[in-house]
């Protein structure tokens, strides 16, 4: 399968606490992207960060990629119960054709 | 921002009809759209490549013949569920870019229930 990892399957931290998600993919990529879907809907890019780019921040967001681990992690500082949401990373393996980890389902206790 | 509408948003046919979901850009032209499977809890699967003006680029295990894909426009892809079965029950996404390199913006999904 081409399908990445995303490790936890399952995330559950109180409110005010950082919630960190980890994501490995297989094949080389252009870019890699996170979005986030709320239960039976469509999803919401949060953040794109280049093959070239090591670190890259958006509000309480902060992404990290290392090519050479082929990872990836992202970081929700100060969560907020509004957070509780599926978070997916998807590898763009070019023509925009992504390639998506297994998720991450993120509960905020308030 | 760009947007994507998809429907309809929830469908329950019989089994052996046909479905048709559509994919909309609304405020940008997308020569190249994504169809997507989800299965509840699971991950996005990538079905086809929508190619306007073209045939659509399936992916390995995908029935042509069973997702009838058409990107007649530059802003609607259809994606066609022939005689569907409870095993197609299912949640659909739709995705496009806004431009070649630029994000993908998705459709809110078509949750498919065959009885």
């Known amino acids: 399968s081409q399908q990445g990892e995303e490790d936890p399957q399952a995330l559950s931290i109180q409110e005010g606490e950082n919630a960190t998600m980890n994501c490995s993919y297989k094949t080389s990529i252009n870019n890699l992207q996170w979005y986030r879907q709320n239960s039976g809907r469509g999803l919401v890019h949060l953040i794109l960060?280049?093959?070239?780019?090591r670190e890259k921040h958006s509000g309480r967001l902060r992404v990290t990629l290392d090519t050479s681990k082929k990872s990836s992690s992202l970081l929700i500082t100060a969560s907020r119960a509004a957070d509780t949401a599926s978070y997916f990373c998807?590898?763009?393996?070019?023509?925009?054709?992504?390639?998506f980890g297994q998720g991450t389902r993120l509960t905020i206790n308030p | 921002g760009a947007v994507v509408s998809q429907h309809p948003s929830r469908v329950i046919c019989k089994s052996g009809t046909s479905v048709k979901i559509e994919c909309r850009s609304l405020?940008?032209?997308?020569?190249?759209m994504f169809w997507y499977r989800q299965f509840p809890k699971q991950s996005l699967m990538l079905m086809a490549t929508?190619?306007?003006?073209?045939?659509?680029?399936?992916e390995q295990g995908v029935e042509k013949d069973k997702f009838l894909i058409n990107h007649a426009s530059l802003t609607l892809s259809t994606l066609t569920v022939t005689s569907a079965h409870p095993e197609d029950s299912s949640f659909y996404i739709c995705?496009?870019?806004?431009?070649?390199?630029?994000?993908?913006?998705f459709g809110s999904g078509t949750q498919l229930s065959v009885l």
């Open positions: 995705s496009a870019p806004s431009g070649p390199g630029e994000k993908l913006f």
């Open positions: 960060i280049r093959s070239n780019e």
């Open positions: 405020d940008f032209q997308a020569t190249t």
């Open positions: 929508s190619n306007e003006g073209s045939k659509a680029t399936y």
């Open positions: 998807a590898a763009d393996q070019g023509a925009q054709k992504l390639v």
